[in-house]
């Protein structure tokens, strides 16, 4: 008999944690093509707005080829706790991290970043070890190819994360459409082009809707 239990995400229990999302390291990611990743770790960043979800972000060795931190991270994020960890590889390494982490008072950290199979899976697996219940974006995160990414995802499920993408973080933080029709529909139109036209298709109807409604009425 399966002993599985449906942990599922909740927002007034979640933090989010975005590691290494670094310019250089940008050019490490090939198990995913450029655009569409950039695409998802921004679309995570504006899930973690639109839930007011706590948010760390955080650098490895920026002085050196990883690079700056993206930008639109920044500005996204501009009051977000930011850790520039000087060298340490697992950002659970640093102190200043982990104060972070726990200063945001959640169990739940959903995690992304660069590379899947170092930087996300090191950090999940000690978050893992410290109590806490991860959940990683597999689509936010990158790394060289197929193979390590695939090792790095058994590894971390094996462990006890769960393995999620931006697009199922947002349904299962929402739960309920109701909750905010039009909020939920611009966000996932602003990063998902066939969402967009769902959504364009159905303002339209909405619209001829209203309007036959409003012509029955006037004949009343």
């Known amino acids: 008999m399966s002993t599985f239990k449906y ?6 229990n979640a933090a989010v944690l975005l590691v290494d ?6 050019s490490l990611v090939r198990d995913i093509g450029a655009a569409d990743f950039k695409n998802n770790v921004l679309a995570l960043a504006s899930v973690a707005k639109f839930f007011n979800l706590p948010t760390v972000l955080s650098t490895s060795f920026e002085d050196g080829p990883n690079g700056v931190i993206l930008p639109e991270l920044k500005e996204k994020f501009p009051d977000a706790t930011f850790i520039p960890r000087p060298g340490q590889i697992n950002a659970w390494d640093n102190e200043e991290f982990i104060k972070a982490v726990e200063a945001t008072g959640k169990k739940q950290l959903i995690i992304a970043g660069i590379v899947t199979d170092v930087c996300v899976t090191f950090c999940t697996l000690s978050a893992l ?6 959940f990683v974006v597999t689509d936010a995160s990158g790394t060289f190819n197929e193979t390590c990414r695939d090792a790095a995802w058994d590894r971390m ?19 309920d459409w109701r909750n905010d029709i039009e909020g939920l529909g611009n966000l ?33």
């Open 21 to 26: 999302h670094q310019t250089g390291l940008f």
């Open 157 to 175: 499920s094996r462990a006890g994360a769960q393995l999620v993408n931006w697009y199922s973080v947002v349904g299962e933080l929402h739960r």
């Open 7 to 12: 942990n599922r995400l909740d927002k007034n």
């Open 188 to 220: 996932l139109a602003g990063f998902s082009p066939d969402y967009k036209n769902l959504m364009t298709s159905y303002a339209a109807t909405s619209n001829a809707g209203s309007a036959n409604r409003e012509r029955l009425m006037t004949r009343v």
């Open 129 to 134: 070890e410290a109590g806490y219940d991860v």
